[in-house]
């Protein structure tokens, strides 16, 4: 059975003792056991979330750079991450795709640099409203997930997830229909079963991503395909973010 994935991306907000005045109110929080609820936070905040175990929310970086080391300044690595015990990051969010220069090659290599530090990756992906205006979006997506996963064995999929966010609905408040998350959903699980098998593409976890908030969570959650959510702006509020765990345990 998939799991139902909760993450919050808290992107550039929140110091490291904000962060942590988050998680201390959701340390009665009910997860269920279908659920994960992860906290994508800031690097500085990483290790002092890791470090506080009285939450029951697993803790994620944003990024990760694509080397082991090197003379790449400003940039955190695998190795770092894993040291501090983050075993999960996000790689390729439209983000960093569109304001960092992250191709899909980069982001390949990312998506190997995780495996290969024996991390879990949400792998997002997603097109811009030019792309579906031009009803490309599915064209862009399944070229964007099989330049990410290309030199992925379907053993290594057990530690990948999928994030599907439109661009055209991140931080706008435009959310995809929940029909449109479900169809694209189902067209990135048979992408999956070409590049691997049907069971692999069966066992991954696919996530919609744009404007979800507690108000259309339920919905998402509805379609068969939609097996989580990835959360901006209503994961920063402790109050919006326990209803959209609420949400998950009921899916
Ligand atoms: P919003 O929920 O603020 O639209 O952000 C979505 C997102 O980019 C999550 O990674």
Request: proline share 3%.
């Amino acid at each position: 059975m998939r799991k139902t994935i909760i993450a919050g991306n808290w992107k550039m907000h929140k110091t490291p003792a904000s962060a942590l005045s988050f998680v201390e109110t959701f340390s009665d929080l009910e997860i269920y056991d279908h659920v994960r609820v992860i906290i994508c936070a800031p690097y500085l905040a990483l290790e002092s979330l890791v470090q506080n175990a009285n939450a029951p929310l697993e803790v994620s970086a944003q990024n990760l750079h694509q080397e082991e080391e090197g003379a790449y300044t400003g940039e955190i690595s695998a190795s770092m991450l894993t040291s501090i015990g983050v075993g999960i990051t996000l790689i390729g969010h439209s983000e960093r795709r569109q304001y960092f220069n992250e191709t899909d090659s980069i982001v390949a290599k990312k998506v190997q640099q995780a495996l290969a530090h024996n991390m879990e990756a949400i792998v997002c992906v997603g097109e811009q409203l030019s792309e579906r205006e031009a009803d490309q979006h599915e064209f862009v997506v399944s070229s964007q997930l099989k330049e990410a996963l290309k030199d992925v064995s379907s053993s290594q999929m057990d530690r990948i997830c999928i994030a599907y966010e439109p661009v055209w609905a991140i931080g706008t408040g435009k959310t995809a229909s929940s029909l449109d998350a479900q169809a694209m959903s189902h067209h990135i699980r048979r992408i999956l079963s070409d590049l691997f098998d049907d069971e692999t593409a069966s066992r991954c976890s696919i996530l919609y991503g744009g404007s979800v908030k507690p108000d259309n969570i339920d919905e998402l959650l509805m379609e068969p395909d939609v097996d989580g959510v990835l959360v901006g702006g209503a994961s920063l509020d402790p109050v919006s973010f326990r209803s959209l765990v609420k949400a998950g345990n009921k899916k």
